[in-house]
């Protein structure tokens, strides 16, 4: 296939297998799959796609875990011209009946178990038409859909092109974001914001053909699809792994040789828990950080972990894919920062009135560029909350182009770095002041006691919000030799007085969405009435 031909999806498979086509590019437990064979398995999906009448920019939901039909299904939706849904294994039927009846699915492709959970939802929705099912296991009958099964499409002649004059800014999937308010919002992305978003990453991490990337968070999440294209946008090898303990990542690590792992925080906290020795991790030549604040002592155990990789820590929001990331020649020299803009990307830092911030000056995220997504799928007042002009541009254009207002308060240096305050809608309100919750939880990670840490932000009488901190404890240690005493005299000793939390509570786990990240909308929820008989806070005022 010729390079000037590489600007869709499933075009990344077919540069590899038109390359190298015995070189691996999917692994699972005892299976893998070389680029020539995947490239073949697509296309056949493809064509058996549209025998059963898929047409252009029409819904594909997969409900699977990670395995290879979960990856052929996504790159072979794309080539037939529809647009793929990934939905999270470990999302129940109420939550799964919400994505298909929102972006209008007409194709489900799952297991014959899934689908025996998702049965009594399906019923009602009125654009699904067919099930694919890929263990052929015979359907319920009487169902109000067709099913046909994984190995009959297979069979189906080759579909290599998708039908029409399909560019890159044809809609290629819609990935649902966890959000902290309200149901999940469907972000669509194009052809271009993932080829673009592969070839930056791809580009900064330095992936290359023999590279074994673990891809270990959710492909319904933008950082674990990004593992997937990362990956075959360097004619590498992904292996797909669904953990169920870190000790799994371990093994695999040890077994396949791993190079790059990224994960999000709470799931690096539980991998630096573990015992590595220096055979066991010196095949990982990066390690990444996304979906949230790094804690520097959980980044300087990792360091110790992993002593030949180089970590990148990046920031990123599904409405953009990717924003920026920090070069492991930075780490120390600006601790804390989220870096810059990854390439052919524009990040701003914009005052409400979209005038730029003066340097350390907080104000929100703004990023423009060809990652920026198509808006929310059948929510245009949401859309236009968040999809705006930027400004700047030039006074003769009469189509404005687009950027995304992150909803993210940021802080830029003088040279251009970039450093986290808060969402907005996470920002704690407490006697007149706006909190950043990570600035109070990066002091509880320095005690050196704390797995993990939330400061949230809980209705007060008479400070509007009070702060509250909930820590888990790493295994190695017994929650009651944890001092809450000195926890909260440390951050007493580091922080301003209206900083300080007024409790804090241990709890044994903290609840995830289903990204990996921890859920704090559930923690405000839970702890929502916690100071309803306390109208002073714990700690003195003076």
């Known amino acids: 296939m010729d390079t000037h031909m590489h600007y869709l999806l499933h075009h990344l498979i077919e540069t590899g297998a038109a390359r190298t086509p015995e070189r691996p590019a999917l692994s699972h437990k005892q299976d893998q799959v070389c680029y020539g064979e995947l490239s073949t398995r697509v296309q ?124 890159d800014s044809d809609m290629a999937a819609i990935l649902y974001t966890s959000g902290s308010t309200g149901k999940p919002k469907g972000v669509v992305l194009s052809h271009r914001n993932l080829m673009v978003g592969a070839q930056s990453v791809a580009g900064y991490l330095g992936n290359r053909p023999d590279d074994r990337i673990l891809a270990v968070l959710p492909l319904s999440f933008d950082a674990g699809l990004s593992q997937i294209t990362t990956a075959f946008e360097a004619g590498a090898c992904c292996y797909l792994m ?109 005052r409400e009135d979209g005038i730029p911030c003066l340097p350390h000056e907080p104000g929100e995220l703004v990023h423009r560029g060809p990652l920026v997504s198509q808006g929310y799928w059948n929510d245009p007042e949401k859309t236009r909350e968040r999809f705006k002009p930027f400004p700047g541009q030039a006074e003769g254009l009469v189509f404005k182009e687009l950027a995304v207002w992150s909803g993210d308060t940021v802080t830029r240096d003088e040279e251009g770095y970039l450093y986290f305050v808060g969402r907005r809608d996470e920002m704690i309100k407490t ?59 440390r951050c007493r000793e580091q922080l301003p007085n209206f900083m300080v939390p007024h409790k804090c509570i241990v709890e044994a786990e903290l609840p995830r969405n289903p990204n990996g990240k921890i859920d704090r909308r559930l923690l405000a929820e839970r702890y929502a009435e916690f100071f309803d008989d306390q109208s002073e806070p714990a700690h003195a005022e003076g």
């Open 242 to 350: 669904d953990f169920l303990l870190p000790n799994d990542v371990r093994r695999q690590v040890t077994r396949h040789q791993i190079t790059g792992i990224t994960a999000v925080p709470p799931l690096w906290s539980q991998i630096a828990a573990l015992n590595w020795n220096d055979e066991t991790a010196s095949s990982v030549r990066y390690f990444a950080n996304t979906g949230g604040h790094m804690p520097r002592s959980l980044l300087a155990r990792l360091r110790t972990l992993f002593p030949n990789a180089q970590p990148f820590l990046m920031y990123g929001l599904t409405e953009a894919f990717r924003s920026t990331y920090l070069p492991p020649d930075q780490i120390d020299l600006k601790p804390g920062s989220i870096g810059k803009a990854i390439p052919n990307a524009e990040v701003l830092v914009l």
């Open 431 to 489: 006697s007149g002041y706006r909190v950043s919750p990570s600035e109070i939880e990066e002091i509880a990670y320095q005690s050196g006691q704390i797995r993990d840490a939330v400061a949230i932000g809980v209705p007060h009488a008479a400070l509007g919000q009070a702060i509250l901190l909930i820590v888990t404890v790493p295994a190695t240690l017994d929650s009651a030799a944890l001092s809450i005493d000195a926890l909260l005299l």
């Open 44 to 167: 056949q999906l493809a064509g058996g796609l549209r025998d059963l009448g898929l047409q252009r920019h029409e819904r594909v939901a997969i409900y699977l875990p990670k395995q290879h039909e979960t990856v052929i299904s996504l790159f072979a939706v794309a080539q037939a011209g529809g647009v793929f849904v990934p939905v999270n294994p470990v999302l129940k039927a109420p939550q799964v009946q919400h994505i298909l009846n929102d972006c209008n699915v007409r194709i489900l492709i799952t297991s014959h178990a899934r689908l025996q959970q998702l049965a009594p939802s399906l019923a009602s929705l009125r654009d699904l038409k067919q099930v694919v099912l890929v263990d052929d296991n015979p359907p319920s009958a009487h169902a109000p859909y067709s099913v046909a099964t994984w190995h009959q499409l297979q069979d189906a002649p080759a579909c290599s092109a998708p039908p029409g004059a399909v560019t």
